[in-house]
């Protein structure tokens, strides 16, 4: 993101290899990430350490070349792959001299610029807030820096001094109108599950074109683009199957790896529209190197919201990126797409509606003309009656029914 004097940061990224993950497939989302947040990276540095120095994260020695590093370089930003202690933020930038934030505060900087909706909005500030108030110590009550930039968004940014209470207020007053939008949402949810209304859920990782494919299926007109955390609000339209049936298709927020529990717990209502769904679509880019990565991330998220259970269809997305992805096989749960063409978009409906629970089947049945009540209980049961034929044995219907229903017939 472009700063007050409309430059563009310049920086440097920062990280320890500890062998607990692969820090080269780490930093290089921590690129994209920054890339996303509007900064141009200078350099990457990844130490090798047996764990973190307590104090610097990487050891002052090195922290001392990398100021001289970053003087040659020209890069004004240190963006650590990591979340610092407000000690170690402060130690590093008196030995550097050079402004420092750490992966939590560059994906909150994101979500800030991202967030749309009043909700999003109130998402966002509840987790800086909960970030800040956790970090105020070992940093006074300094809570941000003169100059803007990335790391400076959102609320607070022109205030200098914000004690612990009232950071403490301004979180109670946020969760309390988070509590009544989750109210709210459930209240909708309610409605549509005694309305019959489906739902279907996309989700999947950041970037893997889950805005893409609510938009070629539905028109929905999201912003899609190749960044991170293209959207955060949830974005819900109607979507006709092969057999007839409609679902209220909902797009969700991205996942990403080592997401901050700040943002989980902060956006656990919109995440939830994936743990109400009857269904979930769950978007990989096959085309991605760590798609396998990605999708265990999206798998133990999807755990943790209760999701297990809830079926599943999983979506390869990006076919046309990947040499040879034709050879990859599908099966009932398993379909290959490319969400901007449109190619496989008929089996993926077809997946849909035969994995989508609820017990209908599409059918063609003679009703009697002593039976019509019949009728009325296919449409009141949730089904459809797409048309009618009247004959001498009755009236023939082309309808989609509910097991309950078809059992009295």
Known sequence: ???????????????????????????????????????????????????????????????????????????????????????????????????VIDRTTLILDIFAMRAASAEGRIQVELAQQKYRLAHLAGKGVQLSRLGGGIGTRGPGETKLETDRRHIRTRISQLEDDLEEIRRHRDLIRRRRKKDSVQTCAIVGYTNAGKSTLLNALTGAGVLSEDKLFATLDVTSRSLSLPDGREVLLSDTVGLIRRLPHELVNAFRSTLEEAANADIIVNVIDISSETAEEEQRVTNELLTDLGCADIPRVIVLNKCDKLPGAENIPEDDTTVRICAKTGEGFDRLLDKIAKNLPGGYRRMTLTIPYDKQGLINAVIEDGGKVFSTDYTEDGAVIDCLISDRVLSRI
């Open 1 to 99: 993101m472009y700063d007050n004097e409309q430059t563009i940061s310049k920086a440097i990224l920062v990280t320890v290899d500890t062998g607990e993950f692969d820090a080269e497939v780490s930093v290089k989302e921590l690129r994209e990430l920054a890339r996303t947040a509007g900064a141009e990276t200078a350099g990457i540095v990844i130490q090798k350490r047996p764990s973190p120095d307590n104090a610097t994260y990487i050891g002052s020695g090195r922290l001392a070349e990398l100021k001289d590093e970053a003087q040659m370089l020209g890069a004004d930003l240190l963006i650590f792959d990591c979340e610092l202690t407000a000690n170690q933020t402060r130690s590093i930038e008196e030995i550097t001299d050079i402004r």
